[in-house]
C-alpha cells in the first residue's frame, strides 16, 4: 500500500498532464484537419455542391487506409515521421504524431455523417433564395449540423483518450504508461485500479459535457 502510494505521488500529476498534452494537441489538429477534409468528403460527394468522384475517391481511400490500420500498429509505422518531425519518438509530443492523424481520420468521418443528415430540403432552399456557398455552409450546413459536430468532438475526445492510453507502450507517457510501467509490470494493482477510475471518470466528464453541449444546440 505504502509503495502504491509512493508511486501515485510522484508519477500521478506528471502522467496526467502528459495526458491531457496529447488530448489537446491531437484535438486541435483533429478539429482544424478533420473538419477541412470532412467538408471535402461531403461537398464532393453531394450532387447539391461540388461532386466529384475522383476527389471523393481520394479522400475516401486516405481516411479509409489510416481507420484500417489498428493504433498501435499505426504508431509503430510512424516511429520514421515522428523521428523527422518531432526528432523523438519518445514522449508525449512524439506520440501526438500518431494520435492526430489517427484522430483526423476519425473524426472526418463523423464530420460527414454529420453534414449528410442536414435535411436536403433546406440547403436546397437556401439555394432557391439565391443564397451562396459561403452563407450556406456558415448560416445552413453547420448551424443544422452543429448538435451532430458537437457529439462528433465528444467521440472523438474519448477515441483520443482511449488512444492515449495505448501511446504508453511505446513510450508516449501519460496514464496509459503509468498502468503499464507499475501496474502490469510491477504488480502494483493498486497503481492499476487508480489509473482506471481516473480514465472512467474522465471519459465520463467528457461525455456528460459533450452530451449536454449538444442537446443545447439541438432544436426541438
Same mark, same amino acid.
Given at each position: 500500500? &505504502?509503495? !502504491? %502510494?509512493?508511486? %501515485?505521488?510522484?508519477?500521478?500529476?506528471?502522467?496526467?498532464?502528459? !495526458?491531457?498534452?496529447?488530448?489537446?494537441?491531437?484535438?486541435?489538429?483533429?478539429?482544424?484537419?478533420?473538419?477541412?477534409?470532412?467538408?471535402?468528403?461531403?461537398? !464532393?460527394?453531394? @450532387?447539391? *455542391?461540388?461532386?466529384?468522384?475522383?476527389?471523393?475517391?481520394?479522400?475516401?481511400?486516405?481516411?479509409? /487506409?489510416?481507420?484500417?490500420? @489498428? *493504433?498501435?500498429?499505426?504508431?509503430?509505422? #510512424? =516511429?520514421? #515521421?515522428?523521428?523527422?518531425?518531432?526528432? !523523438?519518438? =519518445?514522449? @508525449?509530443?512524439?506520440?501526438?504524431?500518431? /494520435?492526430?492523424?489517427?484522430?483526423?481520420?476519425? *473524426?472526418?468521418?463523423?464530420?460527414?455523417?454529420?453534414?449528410?443528415?442536414?435535411?436536403?430540403?433546406?440547403?436546397?432552399?437556401?439555394?432557391?433564395?439565391?443564397? &451562396?456557398?459561403? /452563407?450556406?455552409?456558415?448560416?445552413? /450546413? #453547420?448551424?443544422?449540423?452543429? @448538435?451532430?459536430?458537437?457529439?462528433?468532438?465528444?467521440?472523438?475526445?474519448?477515441?483520443?483518450?482511449?488512444?492515449?492510453?495505448?501511446? &504508453?507502450?511505446?513510450?508516449?507517457?501519460?496514464?496509459?504508461?503509468?498502468?503499464?510501467?507499475?501496474?502490469?509490470?510491477?504488480?502494483?494493482?493498486?497503481?492499476? =485500479?487508480?489509473?482506471?477510475?481516473?480514465?472512467?471518470? =474522465?471519459?465520463?466528464?467528457?461525455?456528460?459535457?459533450?452530451?449536454?453541449?449538444?442537446?443545447?444546440?439541438?432544436?426541438?
Amino acid at each position: 500500500m &505504502g509503495s !502504491t %502510494l509512493n508511486i %501515485l505521488q510522484t508519477e500521478l500529476l506528471p502522467a496526467l498532464w502528459q !495526458t491531457v498534452q496529447m488530448v489537446i494537441i491531437s484535438m486541435i489538429i483533429a478539429l482544424i484537419v478533420g473538419m477541412a477534409l470532412g467538408l471535402v468528403l461531403f461537398l !464532393t460527394e453531394n @450532387p447539391l *455542391f461540388y461532386r466529384n468522384r475522383i476527389v471523393n475517391g481520394i479522400a475516401s481511400f486516405i481516411v479509409n /487506409l489510416i481507420r484500417s490500420i @489498428p *493504433f498501435i500498429i499505426l504508431l509503430v509505422l #510512424l =516511429i520514421p #515521421l515522428t523521428q523527422l518531425l518531432i526528432g !523523438t519518438s =519518445i514522449g @508525449p509530443i512524439a506520440a501526438s504524431v500518431s /494520435l492526430s492523424i489517427s484522430a483526423t481520420a476519425f *473524426f472526418a468521418r463523423l464530420v460527414e455523417g454529420a453534414l449528410s443528415e442536414v435535411d436536403k430540403g433546406v440547403i436546397e432552399a437556401s439555394k432557391a433564395t439565391g443564397a &451562396g456557398f459561403g /452563407l450556406i455552409l456558415h448560416d445552413v /450546413l #453547420l448551424v443544422e449540423a452543429l @448538435p451532430g459536430l458537437v457529439r462528433a468532438i465528444t467521440v472523438t475526445i474519448i477515441n483520443v483518450i482511449g488512444f492515449s492510453a495505448m501511446a &504508453g507502450i511505446v513510450g508516449g507517457g501519460g496514464i496509459g504508461n503509468l498502468a503499464i510501467q507499475y501496474g502490469y509490470y510491477r504488480y502494483e494493482t493498486g497503481v492499476m =485500479i487508480v489509473t482506471v477510475v481516473i480514465l472512467v471518470i =474522465i471519459v465520463q466528464g467528457a461525455q456528460a459535457i459533450g452530451d449536454a453541449v449538444a442537446r443545447k444546440f439541438t432544436r426541438e
